[in-house]
Structures are given as structure tokens and as C-alpha cells.
């Protein structure tokens, strides 16, 4: 089993910037593809960004060019740097991991993001 553990959310202005970090409980090397997703209140969870096993990215059209995808191996730990952060980025933002051994999806518990003046 995979435990995920999201941080770095909180309340910031528009137009500013914010790190998230999800940490796995085993190594990254394990996991097939972490993707961060977010829900919006009154919305469908919708995908952000991905990264793969061999450090491929991709983007939802939405955050393409303000958010960044990253990773530390040696710390299992994958990021997600946010900037010009607009109010409909307002969200509670959660990682996902496929592990490879069962081939399941595992989730973190979220972390809320409002973007507010």
C-alpha cells in the first residue's frame, strides 16, 4: 500500500505563488505516474498536471505555463509550484500514485488552496 501526504497549501493573493509537495510512503521509482487533481466546491475533480515514471509532464490547458511539475527522488516527494495564481485556481488540490506492484491508484488527503484579496 502507498500512504500519500500533500502540504503547502494555504491562502494567497492573486497573482502569487505557492508550492505543493505530496510525499509517498515508498519509493517514486515505484509509482508508474503521480498526477495532482483539485475540486473546486460545487465542481468535478478535474487533473492538473502529471509526471511520469521517467519524468514526463503534461499540463491541463487551465495552468499550462503557470504551474510546474517536479520531483526528488531521493526525498519520494513531488511538487507542484504554482504561480500567477488566479481565484478560480481556488481548490483543494490532491496527488494521486499508480503503484506499479498492484497496478491501484492511491490518494492523499488534500491540501486547500484559496486565492483571495
Known amino acids: 500500500q502507498v500512504q500519500l501526504v500533500e502540504s503547502g497549501g494555504g491562502l494567497v493573493q492573486p497573482g502569487g505563488s505557492l508550492r505543493l509537495s505530496c510525499r509517498a510512503s515508498?519509493?517514486?521509482?515505484?509509482?508508474?505516474?503521480m498526477t495532482w487533481y483539485r475540486q473546486a466546491p460545487g465542481k468535478q475533480r478535474e487533473w492538473v498536471a502529471l509526471?511520469?515514471?521517467?519524468?514526463?509532464?503534461n499540463y491541463a490547458d487551465p495552468v499550462k505555463g503557470r504551474f510546474t511539475i517536479s520531483r526528488d527522488i531521493a526525498k519520494n516527494t513531488v511538487y507542484l509550484e504554482m504561480n500567477s495564481l488566479k481565484p478560480e485556481d481556488t481548490a483543494v488540490y490532491s496527488c494521486?500514485?499508480?503503484?506499479?506492484?498492484?497496478?491501484?491508484?492511491?490518494w492523499g488527503q488534500g491540501t486547500q488552496v484559496t486565492v483571495s484579496s
Open positions: 509526471i511520469t515514471s521517467d519524468g514526463g509532464t
Open positions: 515508498i519509493s517514486i521509482f515505484s509509482i508508474n505516474r
Open positions: 494521486k500514485a499508480r503503484y506499479r506492484k498492484d497496478n491501484h491508484d492511491y
